[in-house]
């Protein structure tokens, strides 16, 4: 029998409930099924934040004749969730692959406060620590099992602030908020849902998903009290999926605690897809180092929650779910052969969305060489773009920063890395040493565009000629979102700068800055005037 490096190979599909994405399309779900056979992926996750809600009303609260006359388009909903999920479920098992559902907890449907008013305990704010929830909790996974028992169990992240309901956030100041300690709020959350789950012998998977080192450890150390069962899931990069910031501190630091470490294939934090971008070789050195630290499990995700229609399906990116799968099964395998793969499969149309796609395109084998430069020079030029020295610059992960001060509060605090590298904030602070290297950067993500234009000779490659013309327009718009991350970060920077020293001087560089990108936005309305592109462009 042939053993891979990682006994838990996930594939990882994410949606919410206001956009029905892939995990709740039959077409999109058979394609991701058939990528799990070729590439031997073993688990299939699905990611909702409140997806538990649309599987499972719990009827010790919510009566069924009761709530049927009541919220009858609710009890529906619930009905189709879970019977789209058992299917889902059947079918994954069929091929040898577990199921599990990805949640942030705590959440509930909004019916639900209608019963319980009292959870409300100031000023209409939903309290968090109110000893309701601990019971709520276990009869949801209890019911959730009892009515999708095959599941391999939930993988859960206690600590984001994306959850409906969250201590972090501090929304409510009722006198047991603000004596409640946050490691046994973490506790009680875990050990409510562990204990259903552990009952059927089926795995709570917690993730370290959080905004500081300290809310990080808070999570890990309320796994240890809880039990040494619960598997601890652990980002690759501390916080999100950066992928220049150095290795996630925790992993091989959880105690006895099976790891299972996440990566991003898509481009949550590099550009989500549209444009082309490897994470291959970076994935490959982070896969040796979990290995090494005693992870026994590596999960994959291949789109994002809001953004919809949009995947590795309708990417290049799909490269990098062959490397997740390639790799996971054997560390060491000489990355032509993940490139290799890819194209053997063929390539995508970044124009068009995922519902929409053709058949991937053959290749011609004489040409992968130039598709492989083209895509190991990728993340070089897509880092410059999108972070400044290190630091996530973008919006939204991928957007035009707001505005100045968003832009720093994204950097030096949202989404900072003096937590992981104490002191990397010097690195961006406005100085004219650091002024320069950032214009520089800037300035070097442009050429570099430029030279990745120069790698692939189109007409010879055996592409269509639609998927050539959709390739030339896509790496078109790339160049227009190179310049204007180079824009914004000279108003940013010399804006800062100004803050600072109050120099008329200053004063006339953010003044030249400002120019050049009002002259910039000027001809990106130009060039965008009388298009239609796909809405995620």
């Known amino acids: 029998m042939q053993t891979h490096e990682f006994a838990v190979r996930g594939f990882e599909i994410c949606s919410n409930e206001r956009f029905q994405t892939a995990m709740w399309r039959w077409k999109a779900l058979d394609r991701a099924l058939a990528m799990m056979r070729r590439l031997e992926f073993n688990t299939l996750i699905f990611h909702q934040n409140t997806l538990t809600d649309w599987a ?41 692959a577990e199921f599990f559902l990805e949640v942030k907890e705590m959440s509930y449907p909004d019916e639900l406060i209608e019963l319980h008013p009292e959870l409300m305990v100031i000023k209409g704010v939903v309290c968090p620590t109110h000893p309701f929830w601990w019971d709520y909790q276990r009869a949801k996974y209890t019911e959730l099992l009892e009515d999708i028992p095959d599941i391999g169990g939930v993988l859960v992240s206690p600590g984001t602030r994306e959850s409906k309901l969250s201590l972090s956030v ?11 300690r946050p490691e046994d709020w973490y506790a009680n959350i875990l050990r ?5 789950l552990a009952a059927k012998g089926k795995k709570l998977v917690v993730r370290d998903f959080a905004y500081s080192r300290e809310e990080q450890n808070l999570i890990m150390d309320a796994c240890s009290r809880v039990s040494p069962d619960i598997v601890a899931a652990l980002k690759n990069t501390p916080h999100d999926f950066y992928p220049p910031f150095p290795d996630n501190p925790r992993i091989g630091h959880v105690g006895p605690h099976p790891q299972w470490i996440e990566f991003d294939t898509w481009g949550n934090y590099f550009a989500f897809g549209f444009f082309p971008v490897s994470v291959v070789e970076d994935m490959q050195r982070r896969l040796r180092h979990a290995k090494a630290a005693g992870a026994i499990g590596a999960m994959f995700r291949t789109d994002l929650e809001f953004i919809s229609d949009a995947s590795d399906f309708n990417s290049w990116d799909l490269v990098n779910v062959f490397g997740a799968g390639l790799l996971t099964q054997c560390i060491e395998r000489p990355l032509p052969e993940v490139y290799r793969a890819w194209l053997q499969y063929g390539a995508a149309d970044h124009m068009r969305p995922e519902s929409e796609q053709p058949p991937a395109a053959p290749v011609d084998p004489a040409k992968f060489d130039q598709f492989m430069r083209f895509l190991r020079a990728s993340w070089n030029v897509m880092e ?31 989404q900072g890395r003096d937590d992981w590298e ?3 904030s010097r690195r961006i602070e406005p100085t004219p040493e650091n002024l320069a290297a950032v214009f520089a950067e800037k300035d070097a993500a442009v050429a570099g565009h430029d030279q990745l234009l120069s790698i692939l000779d189109l007409p010879s490659t055996g592409l269509p000629p639609a998927l050539q013309d959709s390739f030339r327009t896509m790496m078109d718009l ?37 120019a050049g990108l009002q002259d910039y936005r000027g001809r990106l309305e130009r060039r965008l005037e009388g298009t239609y592109y796909p809405h995620y462009v």
């Open 56 to 96: 499972v009303l719990p009827r010790r609260y919510f009566p069924p004749a009761a709530t049927r006359a009541r919220w009858p388009i609710r009890c529906a909903n619930v009905a189709n969730g879970r019977s789209h999920l058992r299917e889902v479920v059947r079918r994954a098992r069929a091929q040898g």
């Open 170 to 180: 501090h929304n409510c100041t009722c006198e047991r908020c603000r004596n409640t």
């Open 192 to 196: 409510s849902m562990y204990e259903p």
């Open 384 to 414: 410059k773009t999108l972070y400044v020295r290190g630091f996530v610059f973008a919006e939204g992960s991928c957007q035009f920063p707001f505005n100045v001060d968003r832009a720093f509060f994204n950097m030096l605090i949202f």
């Open 422 to 424: 104490p002191g990397a």
């Open 478 to 514: 790339y160049r227009y979102y190179s310049v204007g991350f180079a824009h914004c970060a000279r108003v940013c920077f010399t804006a800062k700068r100004l803050e600072t020293t109050r120099d008329p001087a200053d004063a006339e560089a953010v003044r030249r800055a400002i």
